[in-house]
């Protein structure tokens, strides 16, 4: 019982950072229609794109009986992972913000993270990792 629990946790986790990605491109896409950046072509493609993306990311969560607002983590003092369904829409005031608001705003606007993570297993640190990340947006990188 114990295996099948964390198997669904880990499935609930897996499943949760790939909707919000989808979330997250879903808001960069209506970022630049708005702007006009995107052909019809390209707005159609994205839209079938995020649409089957969304249906298996439902399909999965059915073979794996999980809830897809389970999907939803909350992540105490931080707040919830995503919007409430339909409530966000970029650059509009959303009274329960989110950490998918809170990516959306820092891919938009652009941030380095500088940084360095030690990984471990039983009080042994195992993996070190020294970061220096760029997170913004395609449509703010300048070509080479």
């Not at 989808?22 to 708005?34: F, K, T």
């Not at 909350?74 to 992972?81: E, I, M």
């Not at 993570?117 to 300048?142: F, R, Y």
């Amino acid at each position: 019982m114990g295996m099948e629990k964390s198997q669904t946790g880990l499935a609930v986790l897996v499943l949760s950072v790939v909707e919000l990605l989808r979330q997250l491109m879903e808001a960069q896409i209506l970022r630049r229609m708005e702007a006009q950046q995107l052909s019809e072509a390209e707005i159609e493609r994205a839209g079938h794109s995020l649409q089957a993306m969304e249906q298996q990311i439902l399909q999965l969560c059915d073979m794996l009986k999980v809830d897809p607002d389970d999907l939803n983590l909350d992540l105490g003092d931080f707040g919830k992972l995503l919007p409430s369904r339909g409530s966000y829409y970029p650059d509009q005031p959303n009274p329960q913000a989110s950490v998918l608001e809170l990516l959306d705003r820092l891919i938009t606007t652009g941030i380095v993270i500088d940084g360095q993570v030690d990984i471990g297993l039983a009080q042994l640190d195992l993996i070190h990792l020294q970061l220096k990340v760029l997170l913004t947006s395609t449509a703010k990188v300048e070509p080479p």
